[in-house]
Structures are given as structure tokens and as C-alpha cells.
């Protein structure tokens, strides 16, 4: 099993919609959580980090779910420049490496007039 | 600052050469790393170093060096380049290893690898 698993997509959205993302990861011992957001042929950059008790960034709100190992991302109103590939990260990975961040592989995102 | 920055942007290798991917950071973390990113994969991790004098495998380290003299340099060793390396690597950096912290990791700009 995967430790970050993630919907890969596509999704295909039109300008206004809402979309919802879903990100599940096995161990139960991670301790920090983050959503990352890649343009084509670009470096990941950080959109946001993910708090227990949720937490929102203008149009972007951020869940997460201990007990179910369970976290999301929303965009409300979407707009074509969100239009990239959106990537669930975990810290605290299984044996020595509790430091490292996990990335699940992606869900693209593609925004439409 | 510059942040993270990476060299070459793009190369092309023949199997068998060897080569050095450069990165450097001007931001003082102690945290450096290198990915690999391949089509359906995601970002997988070859190696890290918590500090300078300290480094350690990732996931995917086989065909791979790595040191660290200096907190601002951490250089990727491709020993024996094969077609299996074809990818782009991404350098990153942020400040502490710590894995309860929420610090924003930095990534730099990729390098795009072509090995023939």
C-alpha cells in the first residue's frame, strides 16, 4: 500500500466550480500535513499546510481527519489559474526518515473557460 | 535571496558517463534533499542530509552519491548513468528536519536529465 495515496485525475472543471481533492495516507504516526501545487515543468511550491482543526485560505479550505487517516483540499470559485497539478505530502514516514515528507503522486487539476 | 538553485537546467548523457547535479541554498537550512520525478510516479526521495557532515538514503538511492562539506551545497553523484535515470531531479531545502514542524519546504528549479 501506498503511504500517500491521491485521485490522479484529471479533473476537468469549468471557471466557478467547485472542486474537491482527497488524499489518504497509512501511517497513523505522521504529524504534519501539507498540500503542494505544481505548474507544468515547474517546481512544487506550498499552498497551504493542513491543521487538525481545518483552516482556510481565501478560496482554498483544508481538512483533515486523524481517525479516518483522510485529508482534502477545496476550491471554491475556481479560476483558469488554478489549472496545475495539486500534491498531498505527508511528514513522518515509516523506520528512520520521520522528517521526510511523502508526496502522493498528484491530482491535476485543468480549469476551462 | 536566491533560495534554492539548481545546475545544469538540462543535460544529456551517454550510459556509462558520470556527472554532478549542483544545488545550492543561501536561506541557512539545515535540511537539504534530492527527488527524483518521473511520469505516474511522483516525487520519490534519493537522499537527504540533516546537516552538514550528514547524510542518508531515501527511497531510491541506488546508482546515486551525495555529501555535504558546507550547509549551502549538496551535490548529486550519478556514478554510472543509465537509461533508468532519465528524469527530472528536484534539489530542496528547508529549515529544520524536525517532523513535527510545518516548515515550508523549498524546492528549486529541476534539473531535466536525458541519459541515451
Known amino acids: 500500500r501506498k503511504e500517500v495515496e491521491q485521485d490522479p485525475g484529471p479533473f476537468n472543471v469549468p471557471e466557478g466550480a467547485t472542486v474537491a481533492f482527497n488524499c489518504t495516507y497509512s501511517?497513523?504516526?505522521?504529524?504534519?500535513f501539507f498540500w503542494y501545487r505544481q505548474d507544468c515543468r515547474k517546481e512544487p511550491k506550498l499552498l497551504m499546510s493542513v491543521y487538525s482543526s481545518g483552516n482556510e485560505d481565501g478560496r482554498f479550505t483544508a481538512q483533515l481527519n486523524r481517525a479516518s487517516q483522510y485529508i482534502s483540499l477545496l476550491i471554491r470559485d475556481s479560476k483558469l489559474s488554478d489549472s496545475a497539478t495539486y500534491l498531498c505530502v505527508v511528514k513522518g514516514g515509516y523506520g528512520g526518515s520521520q522528517g521526510n515528507l511523502i508526496f502522493g503522486k498528484g491530482t491535476k487539476l485543468s480549469v476551462k473557460p | 535571496n536566491a533560495g534554492v538553485t539548481q545546475t545544469p537546467k538540462f543535460q544529456v548523457l551517454k550510459t556509462g558517463q558520470s556527472m554532478t547535479l549542483q544545488c545550492a541554498q543561501d536561506m541557512n537550512h539545515e535540511y537539504m534533499s534530492w527527488y527524483r520525478q518521473d511520469p505516474g510516479m511522483g516525487l520519490r526521495l534519493i537522499h537527504y542530509s540533516v546537516g552538514a557532515g550528514i547524510t542518508d538514503q531515501g527511497e531510491v538511492p541506488n546508482g546515486y552519491n551525495v555529501s555535504r562539506s558546507t550547509t549551502e551545497d549538496f551535490p548529486l553523484r550519478l556514478l554510472s548513468a543509465a537509461p533508468s535515470q532519465t528524469s527530472v531531479y528536484f534539489c530542496?531545502?528547508?529549515?529544520?528536519?524536525?517532523?513535527?514542524?510545518?516548515?515550508?519546504?523549498?524546492f528549486g528549479p529541476g534539473t531535466r536529465l536525458t541519459v541515451l
Open positions: 501511517n497513523s504516526a505522521s504529524q504534519s
Open positions: 530542496a531545502s528547508r529549515p529544520t528536519y524536525n517532523q513535527a514542524s510545518y516548515n515550508e519546504q523549498f
